[in-house]
């Protein structure tokens, strides 16, 4: 017999597992779509593992608990697959840390150690095998199905100085009308386009004794917010192009080298086209030359994203860093054109 939650699917990178994760525990359901929109739309630098974009939502470790309730196990636990078979039969969704060394399908299989998280949504009975999602060693994120003894070494398998947690999650079903979603878009566009902080304006709201706020919880208050993010890549790109011409080669640890900065900035044109096609909040006339801009940003930024691989692998040098630069510079423009009119759209 087959054990399945129920799942959303498609082969798009949100810039990090986590956040792929979340979306496909939610969206399964077209109810929850709003939260694509109010998660989704805000973006920032973090400073972990390299600066980087990213979104200011931190996926399933902040997400409303109205949405999903979540429950934390620290430490190593014993019997890891009865206790994940469990969980899927008592229709929670499960993400733990594993060695990927010890995890086929993936880029560090039997080539080294690397600690990082995997989702599991279902459990085969007659296979004895578990149903996951993750990213596979071409960096797709696939529907991949493991045998339970391979989970259970890539569990056990971690190393002594690693920390073990197992997560699970249990969707909720969100009451209709909590938000008043046109608004609160509105209010994050408008955000957005300033490059003021969400989340001081939320905190000002909690002070302010106004209730049901949409919090980003665990965002800090980091210095480039929304259309800023352009303002960071460049300048970062402009320090690598920088030492390029000084030195004749080129020096990764100073330049842009999180390839998830582009995912981020590529997936956050697809929010924005399904955004615009939803008619809670556009009237779906006179949408075309609209999406068509957003389309051809998400193109732009392909094409940066596809130049700075090809600079990382010793490729390139000056031209392309000043192509990426000359391109997203443009980019800037015309997202800040795009943002502004469907800001404008919202306020009709």
Sequence with gaps: MKYQL???????????????YFLSMILWDEDNVQYLYLYYLMLTVKHFQDCHVDYSFDGPIACDNRLMRRYVVYGRVE??????????????????????????????YQAYDF??????????????????????????YRQIEYMADEVEKAYYGMKEEWDYDITFYKNEKNPKGIFEIKKEVACLIDLYISGNSYCKKKLNDFFAGSE???????????????????????????????????????????????IRSFHVMISHKYVLMKMLS???????????????QIKHLADRLTECKMLLIYMLHGKGGIREGKRILSILKQCRKDEYDVMSKLLLKLQE
Excluded: W
């Design 6 to 20: 129920p799942i959303y699917y498609e082969d798009r990178n949100y810039g990090s597992q986590y956040q792929n």
């Design 79 to 108: 019997n890891v697959v009865s206790t994940i078979i469990m969980a899927i039969k008592n229709n929670s969704y499960v993400i733990l840390n594993v060695n990927e060394k010890f995890l086929s399908r993936r880029e560090a």
């Design 115 to 140: 600690r990082h998280d995997l989702f599991i949504y279902g459990f085969d009975e007659e296979q004895n095998s578990f149903m996951t999602l993750g990213f596979d060693e071409d960096f797709h």
């Design 212 to 258: 049901n706020q949409i919090a980003l919880c665990n965002e800090s208050f980091y210095e480039f917010q929304g259309i800023q993010v352009y303002d960071y890549l460049i300048s970062r790109i402009s320090g690598f192009a920088s030492v390029l011409k000084r030195t004749k080669i080129g020096n990764p640890s100073l330049g842009v080298t999180d």
């Design 278 to 292: 939803d008619q809670r909040l556009f009237e779906q006339e006179k949408n075309q030359e609209l999406e068509m």
